[in-house]
């Protein structure tokens, strides 16, 4: 059964064939450490997770890397600005070292929590900067460098197709330029190497043959696939926000020092909406995941929500919307459950199902073609083989749920003690409310004798 995957460079679906017999390479841009995620940078993660579990599903051993950006990556995609670690250090009072790596644990944390499948490989920027220096001279070897008072750039003139992977308009770009450019000779070009600035305490920097500084933000990925998967890989993913500038300068730099475009094939996922404007944490204002689990949700509810719209299309989050995603993990979880075990793949239904995420992840489809099976006239044990075969992409780790929870959120707890309090007060308008915001978090509560009992609902 062929996978069609979308791929951004040729702006079209394309059947995927591996370039390896072995392995598949999968690179996808990591986090940088200078805060926490936010949800909205883990719905990418997502579907990079359900992309390797769906090549799994179709017999493909993936040799999966994710980076780490730990220097390098100024606050200005202009190469101006403070670099965003030294901005994180400044706030947080810990040292750029120490705040690298207390989010880089975090982050961490985050994909597991939302069960995502880990890398084969995790790599930091710091600790390939031999790697870094090498590549830049290659590509200054090739002819692709200039050098100026601040740094080593890129010199995108030289390359007729820079900027394809986004449909770049070079010379709009240039005749429509409103900031001060410096010393750069086009708005596109780029830096391969900073140099520390006179008298400047930078807390992470190194001696290279240019002069002591650190790396540009978007060479990191380039040595590191090319050391990690070869210089020419399967796919390699990222944020929308990543097509204009990093990836394709990553391509630029490839294209410069290797002669090819990196990937085969170049995926990104969609951002997340919030009040009609995408997550950011560059604002200070975001969602992390501990925020949604400290209101009362289970993570992996907002991991069915992500499911719940195509990879390719922006996610509009509320908190309406989180509501209904984990009342519907609660009632599949509780159905997994109650049926019993020994069943037989329903080889009906798992063809339907791998139709559906073989192109192009469409998990709308594919969770529709889950709700299609449980409605069906398969056996109960059955239909619990074939929802086991589905959760291998789906992730939702139907298997290890047990219906008696040791603890119940505390955002549910509290609305519980206000019910019971309103009950007190006799104020029934308001327990029936409560009731009801109780209910729509996916809990329901009853009034007994014995007390007062909170349960999952079925």
């Known amino acids: 059964m062929d996978i069609l995957l979308y791929d951004n460079w040729e702006r079209q679906l394309r059947p995927f064939s591996p370039i390896r017999k072995d392995w598949i390479g999968l690179y996808c841009c990591g986090p940088t450490v200078y805060d926490y995620a936010h949800i909205g940078n883990l719905r990418t993660y997502l579907f990079e997770d359900v992309l390797r579990r769906v090549l799994e599903l179709n017999g493909h051993q993936v040799r999966h890397v994710i980076n780490i950006t730990d220097v390098g990556h100024l606050v200005s995609d202009a190469d101006d600005g403070e670099d965003k670690m030294e901005t994180g250090s400044r706030r947080t009072g810990e040292s750029a070292w120490d705040i690298a790596e207390k989010y880089t644990i975090a982050f961490k944390q985050d994909l597991l929590t939302l069960n995502m499948l880990p890398p084969q490989i995790w790599c930091k920027a710091t600790e390939h900067i031999v790697e870094q220096i090498s590549f830049i001279s290659c590509i200054e070897q090739k002819g ?53 600035a006179a008298g400047s305490n930078r807390q992470m920097e190194w001696d290279s043959p240019w002069g002591r500084g650190f790396p540009g933000w978007h060479i990191e990925c380039s040595a590191m696939s090319a050391k990690y998967l070869e210089p020419w890989f399967d796919i390699h993913c990222g944020g929308e926000d990543h097509i204009a500038i990093h990836h394709s300068n990553e391509i630029a730099q490839n294209m410069a020092c290797h002669g090819t475009r990196l990937a085969n094939f170049w995926m990104h996922g969609y951002f997340l909406q919030i009040d009609a404007g995408k997550m950011s944490k560059s604002s200070g204002d975001f969602l992390r995941l501990q925020s949604v689990i400290d209101q009362g949700f289970d993570p992996l509810a907002y991991r069915l929500l992500c499911m719940s719209a195509h990879y390719r299309s922006q996610l509009s989050f509320s908190w309406d919307a989180l509501k209904s995603a984990q009342t519907a993990l609660f009632r599949l979880r509780e159905t997994y459950f109650a049926l019993p075990a020994g069943g037989i793949l329903s080889q009906e239904f798992a063809d339907k199902f791998k139709t559906e995420v073989n192109q192009d992840l469409n998990l709308p489809k594919a969770l529709a073609v889950m709700w299609e099976t449980l409605k069906s006239n398969l056996g109960d044990a059955d239909k619990k083989a074939t929802l086991t075969y589905f959760d291998q992409v789906l992730g939702l780790n139907l298997a290890a749920w047990q219906p008696t929870m040791s603890e119940i959120p505390a955002r549910i707890l509290d609305l519980a003690e206000q019910r019971k309090q309103s009950r007190i007060n006799k104020n029934w308008a308001e327990s029936d409310r409560l009731r009801d915001e109780i209910k729509a978090l996916g809990y329901e509560i009853e009034d007994s004798a014995e007390g007062m009992k909170l349960k999952p609902i079925a």
């Open 144 to 196: 692709f460098t200039y050098t100026t008072s601040d740094g080593v750039y890129f010199d995108t003139s030289k390359q007729d197709n820079y900027g394809y992977l986004a449909r770049l308009n070079r010379e709009g770009l240039e005749a429509g330029k409103r900031v001060d450019i410096g010393e750069k000779r086009q708005a596109t070009d780029f830096a391969l190497w900073k140099f520390s």
